[in-house]
């Protein structure tokens, strides 16, 4: 029978319960990351959503006080056509889907798609939630199926008054689609999935196709018929997603089957109040065990490594102690390998040690796009009012104008604390290196809209004075705004211009864009500017403009000859120079 020595077996032993251990405590560590991350996403995907619901559910307020539309409802022997147009404006400036008005008996009597076949005049919804309720007197959130389209969609309405009556309800519509597709902006983790679920736990959004008005919850027979009854999903039924919820030390986490799939999940929720719902998000941990592997057989070798330095210095020990009685001469050689043993021990342990590669993703999204958009629509009001000559009425809207101007100060107050002024560690820094590194970061940018570069030569021996890191900051922003700018243009041609004079440095970056228009040449570098109508807070030229006048350079901007736009930082190449 084969014995092995009570050494290596209690060496084996320890190994064993290390393993474990490390398995354990590093199967924990996993998952507790997993909810900080899945908290983290959830938490920004919730504040994102409520900010625009409550843009959004805004705007039927701000219709129901147009004058004009008041009295198109009370006397319907009115033309219909200027409401038409000016539900139409309101839909493009807001970037809803539809947004109608109905009398008391539920009847579409303007749309803003009037001029499509689809238009929704003369159609009755009546027996929508949203309008029933809308005529009591409440403001209104809704979820449903689109009759006519069957898409998803959120509802938000608002009750029309005259003389303190209810005399009809203003819908806005949005597709659900648009909350799922900005979504992509703002988080782009790719083991993560989402998905909203409404106060019948029927999911109505998520990045996943399959889940999309199904259910994790079973249903019941009275569930079944209520969906029936309230037609809110039309003559869709549910389907229950194979789901379960378990615990791992303390860790939530949901297990989903699909098509011979069982995915592991943790999850985190966050409320969203206008809704009645609740935003979940799940980060794939479905690899957490094998995800230990690494882990474990690094600690394998270390623990290995460890066994046969212990063994040699111990054996290395008591040879040491014979020596003791040994000849002057064995003495020297003794400490010679004992020297040589711990420079061994000291390389070994180096070599072990792991490096770390750390992948930084920020995604910081305000949004102030309510009062603007309320904004825009009490200046369109104001511009109708005006050209029909009721100037008293016009000025009310003007002042509601002011009020929101100073609701976005205070809006932009909460940013203060990120234009604290940081360090600046100004050095000499080459120039083709420099912008190398901002071509490597926009290279993906500039791919997507299908970019051409031309190549530049710029000698190493052209050198600026700036912060390295900041300055590839302002390349990027400069570069990614031109290939922006190109997405639409026939030619797509981004090239670069250097020149040198009296100490300086002149970069121009040169595209073939639509250029920049002339009443915003002025105002390009202002805060909050921007071209950009879905997305971004237009901080990224005037951000980049400071950066560059604490290099005590230049960054400007004019329009081609020949079309496009030409942005030009001037920088000094050594300390003072400008």
């Known amino acids: 029978m084969l014995r092995f020595p009570r050494k290596i077996l209690f060496a084996v032993a320890i190994l064993i319960v290390l393993l474990l251990l490390s398995f354990l405590f590093g199967r924990h560590y996993d998952l507790t990351q997993a909810k900080r991350q899945a908290q983290r996403q959830v938490n920004q995907l919730s504040h994102y959503l409520d900010t625009e619901l409550a843009r959004f559910a805004a705007i039927p307020h701000l219709v129901t006080d147009n004058q004009l539309l008041t009295a198109f409802v009370s006397d319907n022997n009115q033309a219909v056509q200027p409401i038409n147009n000016y539900l139409a404006d309101i839909q493009q400036a807001s970037g809803a889907s539809d947004v109608y008005v109905l009398n008391s008996k539920g009847d579409v009597v303007a749309s803003s798609n009037w001029q499509l076949d689809y238009s929704y005049i003369g159609n009755n919804f009546a027996f929508r939630p949203y309008f029933y309720q809308a005529l009591a007197g409440e403001k209104v959130a809704y979820f449903a199926l689109g009759l006519r389209s069957n898409e998803r969609g959120?509802?938000?309405?608002?009750?029309?008054?005259?003389?303190?009556?209810?005399?009809?309800?203003?819908?806005?519509?949005?597709?659900?689609?648009?909350?799922?597709?900005?979504?992509?902006?703002?988080?782009?983790?790719?083991?993560?999935?989402?998905?909203?679920?409404?106060?019948?736990?029927?999911?109505?959004?998520?990045?996943?196709?399959?889940?999309?008005?199904?259910?994790?919850?079973?249903?019941?027979?009275?569930?079944?018929?209520?969906?029936?009854?309230?037609?809110?999903?039309?003559?869709?039924?549910?389907?229950?997603?194979?789901?379960?919820?378990?615990?791992?030390?303390?860790?939530?986490?949901?297990?989903?089957?699909?098509?011979?799939?069982?995915?592991?999940?943790?999850?985190?929720?966050?409320?969203?109040?206008?809704?009645?719902?609740?935003?979940?998000?799940?980060?794939?941990?479905?690899?957490?065990?094998?995800?230990?592997?690494?882990?474990?057989?690094?600690?394998?070798?270390?623990?290995?490594?460890?066994?046969?330095?212990?063994?040699?210095?111990?054996?290395?020990?008591?040879?040491?102690?014979?020596?003791?009685?040994?000849?002057?001469?064995?003495?020297?050689?003794?400490?010679?390998?004992?020297?040589?043993?711990?420079?061994?021990?000291?390389?070994?342990?180096?070599?072990?040690?792991?490096?770390?590669?750390?992948?930084?993703?920020?995604?910081?999204?305000?949004?102030?796009?309510?009062?603007?958009?309320?904004?825009?629509?009490?200046?369109?009001?104001?511009?109708?009012?005006?050209?029909?000559?009721?100037?008293?009425?016009?000025?009310?809207?003007?002042?509601?104008?002011?009020?929101?101007?100073?609701?976005?100060?205070?809006?932009?107050?909460?940013?203060?604390?990120?234009?604290?002024?940081a360090q600046t560690q100004l050095r000499e820094q080459s120039l083709a290196q420099l912008l190398k590194n901002a071509m490597v970061i926009a290279s993906a940018q500039l791919k997507h809209d299908d970019v051409i570069v031309k190549p530049v030569e710029i000698a190493n021996t052209i050198k600026v004075w700036v912060d390295g890191v900041k300055f590839e900051q302002v390349l990027v922003n400069v570069i990614t705004n031109a290939s922006h700018a190109m997405a639409q243009s026939p030619k797509r041609e981004l090239s670069f211009e250097i020149e040198q004079f009296d100490g300086r440095v002149k970069l121009s970056i040169l595209d073939t864009g639509p250029g920049i228009e002339q009443h915003a040449l002025g105002t390009i570098f202002e805060p909050f500017y921007s071209t950009k109508s879905t997305n971004g807070l237009g901080l990224g030229l005037s951000i980049s403009k400071q950066i560059i006048n604490s290099f005590n350079g230049c960054l400007t901007a004019h329009n081609r000859p020949d079309g496009g736009a030409q942005f030009i930082i001037t920088l000094a190449n050594t300390k003072g120079a400008l």
């Open 154 to 421: 959120i509802y938000f309405s608002e009750p029309i008054y005259h003389d303190n009556n209810v005399i009809g309800v203003v819908v806005l519509k949005v597709n659900v689609s648009k909350f799922e597709s900005d979504r992509q902006l703002l988080n782009t983790s790719q083991a993560s999935h989402f998905y909203l679920s409404l106060a019948d736990n029927i999911i109505a959004m998520s990045d996943i196709q399959s889940w999309r008005l199904n259910t994790m919850q079973q249903i019941d027979d009275a569930k079944q018929q209520s969906f029936i009854n309230s037609r809110r999903y039309l003559d869709h039924m549910p389907k229950v997603i194979d789901a379960q919820q378990q615990s791992s030390h303390g860790v939530p986490i949901l297990h989903i089957s699909e098509t011979n799939k069982r995915s592991k999940y943790v999850p985190a929720t966050a409320a969203i109040e206008l809704l009645n719902a609740q935003m979940t998000v799940l980060v794939d941990m479905s690899s957490v065990n094998i995800a230990q592997l690494p882990r474990l057989v690094g600690i394998a070798v270390i623990y290995a490594g460890a066994l046969l330095i212990f063994y040699s210095l111990m054996a290395r020990f008591a040879g040491y102690k014979k020596l003791l009685y040994s000849r002057h001469s064995l003495e020297q050689e003794v400490i010679e390998r004992t020297h040589a043993l711990e420079k061994a021990q000291t390389a070994l342990v180096q070599s072990a040690k792991l490096a770390t590669i750390g992948q930084l993703s920020a995604g910081i999204n305000h949004e102030i796009n309510q009062p603007l958009s309320a904004m825009s629509t009490y200046l369109v009001s104001a511009k109708r009012l005006i050209i029909k000559g009721d100037v008293t009425q016009a000025a009310d809207n003007i002042v509601i104008v002011q009020a929101l101007i100073e609701r976005v100060h205070k809006i932009v107050g909460q940013l203060k604390h990120f234009s604290k002024p």
